[in-house]
């Protein structure tokens, strides 16, 4: 498929949050888990059901939604068994701090994978935030939330890490209303790169990241709307030990909605795109590959409060129905050289990866009764069912795979709340339906204060 075609789907779904993931340095190298014909059914029926994702960003509240108040103190974790030797992990914790009337200082720890790599990330933040409303509260006073409206705000933002040609700095401006918001960051990456790496390395061309994310409240609160590019620029990085030159480009756009469609009814919808393009060129034929991957996610989620079977023996005020989701597609081609090697060898091996998806998700919360009133006890069953279409092909070893699969899960596990729904628990076990093995279990838990 086209890249042209993925961005106009895109312009016509709704999308998934800012990308976080600027260069890391770990693109130059393969990826160093492989995807299965499951893993992306794994990660769907692990993903947070949508009360919990906006509990993150506080949007039962229309006056502390996302781009107007995410959660300021607060620790996020997702970890669920992909493999008997893998584990699919997921976490966030923030830390946003007023220290003065102007000043807000923020510091988030990022753990997370995407089609590169798996990994962590230790970032600051300073905003300094100006012409706010005369009516908006002392940013003092704002302990533990973000502060609304802002106004005009710009700072800094950095990556910490103990190897300086690691190190990040980044710029921030934007603004932020009652209900319009924008904000544009420039992340200078590896600043110290050139004079400060170890291994003789050096960028031609810098690598340089520009984000831009906008955010719209409409309805009376009750509709958000939200989109975001992400553009990491053409990079060329030299490693003169591994006699290597590697170049480097990706971009990532979408747009999202969440929507209050009525007290109890709660929708969103999300869809991502991506472009990337990778090339090596070394001496040594067997590390010549060249990667281009195309690539299209869509979300989108429904929950509908109903009344609780079990009347008032249930500690939660209702049940609720599940709906979801979820469509992938990813295409990796990666090439080698074709130069002659002793033995017959034609160099590094040609890979075509390619996979289209789409599943459906329905469930039911029946609240149960408590042990104690400071928590809520949830009984979760849910489903999800769909279809894998595949191919493989690795004509090095041999390999030409070809299929489309029915895949199918089924999931129990136990919801707990606590403090005031300021904190929630998830515990889970599932079944593989299409293969009839166990299809892994996994835990979410959510701090916020």
């Given at each position: 498929m086209r890249t042209s075609t993925y961005f106009f789907l895109a312009t016509l779904l709704f999308a998934a949050p800012a990308a976080r993931g600027e260069f890391r340095g770990d693109e130059v190298r393969p990826r160093s888990f492989d995807y299965n014909d499951e893993y992306f059914l794994n990660v769907f029926s692990y993903r947070?059901?949508?009360?919990?994702?906006?509990?993150?960003?506080?949007?039962?509240?229309?006056?502390?939604?996302?781009?107007?108040g995410d959660t300021a103190l607060g620790y996020d974790v997702t970890a669920g068994s992909l493999r008997s030797d893998e584990l699919y992990l997921r976490q966030q914790a923030i830390v946003r701090l007023p220290w003065s009337n102007h000043v807000t200082g923020e510091y988030r720890f990022v753990e997370d994978e995407d089609y590169d790599s798996r990994y962590r990330r230790n970032e600051v933040e300073v905003l300094v935030r100006l012409f706010?409303?005369?009516?908006?509260?002392?940013?003092?006073?704002?302990?533990?939330?973000?502060?609304?409206?802002?106004?005009?705000?710009?700072?800094?933002?950095?990556?910490?890490?103990?190897?300086?040609?690691?190190?990040?700095?980044?710029?921030?401006?934007g603004w932020r209303g009652?209900?319009?918001?924008?904000?544009?960051?420039?992340?200078?990456?590896?600043?110290?790169?050139?004079?400060?790496?170890?291994?003789?390395?050096?960028?031609?061309?810098?690598?340089?990241?520009?984000?831009?994310?906008?955010?719209?409240l409409l309805l009376e609160g009750d509709l958000e709307l939200l989109a975001w590019f992400q553009d990491d620029l053409p990079t060329t990085l030299r490693l003169p030990q591994d006699s290597l030159t590697f170049r480097y480009r990706k971009q990532e756009a979408g747009v999202a909605a969440r929507w209050q469609v009525s007290p109890g009814v709660r929708a969103d919808v999300q869809a991502a795109v991506?472009?990337?393009?990778?090339?090596?060129?070394?001496?040594?034929?067997?590390?010549?590959?060249?990667?281009?991957?195309?690539?299209?996610?869509?979300?989108?989620?429904?929950?509908?409060?109903?009344?609780?079977?079990?009347?008032?023996?249930?500690?939660?005020?209702?049940?609720?129905?599940?709906?979801?989701?979820?469509?992938?597609?990813?295409?990796?081609?990666?090439?080698?050289?074709?130069?002659?090697?002793p033995g017959g060898s034609t160099g590094a091996p040609d890979v075509t990866h390619r996979r289209g998806e789409v599943y459906a998700e329905v469930g039911y919360v029946l609240g149960l009764p408590t042990f104690n009133d400071d928590y809520q006890l949830g009984l979760r069953a849910q489903t999800q069912?769909?279809?894998?279409?595949?191919?493989?092909?690795?004509?090095?070893?041999?390999?030409?795979?070809?299929?489309?699969?029915?895949?199918?899960?089924?999931?129990?596990?136990?919801?707990?709340?606590?403090?005031?729904?300021?904190?929630?628990?998830?515990?889970?076990?599932?079944?593989?339906?299409?293969?009839?093995?166990?299809?892994?279990?996994?835990?979410?838990?959510?701090?916020?204060?």
């Open positions: 947070q059901r949508l009360t919990h994702r906006w509990a993150w960003g506080n949007a039962a509240s229309p006056r502390w939604r996302w781009f107007w706010r409303p005369a009516y908006a509260l002392p940013l003092l006073d704002t302990l533990g939330r973000t502060p609304l409206p802002d106004g005009l705000f710009f700072g800094g933002q950095g990556l910490l890490d103990a190897e300086k040609e690691h190190a990040d700095i980044g710029w921030v401006l009652e209900w319009l918001g924008l904000r544009l960051d420039l992340v200078q990456v590896d600043y110290w790169y050139n004079q400060k790496n170890k291994v003789g390395g050096e960028y031609e061309r810098e690598p340089l990241t520009f984000r831009a994310k906008a955010g719209a991506e472009r990337t393009r990778k090339r090596r060129r070394s001496p040594d034929p067997l590390a010549n590959d060249d990667l281009d991957r195309e690539a299209l996610q869509v979300f989108a989620a429904a929950e509908v409060d109903v009344a609780p079977l079990l009347g008032e023996r249930s500690s939660r005020p209702n049940d609720v129905v599940l709906f979801g989701l979820h469509g992938h597609v990813l295409d990796e081609e990666t090439a080698g050289l074709a130069v002659g090697l069912n769909g279809f894998l279409s595949l191919r493989d092909v690795r004509p090095d070893e041999g390999k030409h795979t070809v299929s489309q699969r029915f895949l199918s899960k089924i999931g129990l596990g136990l919801e707990l709340l606590f403090r005031d729904g300021l904190g929630s628990a998830f515990f889970q076990f599932t079944f593989r339906v299409d293969r009839a093995t166990f299809g892994g279990g996994n835990a979410q838990v959510m701090m916020r204060f």
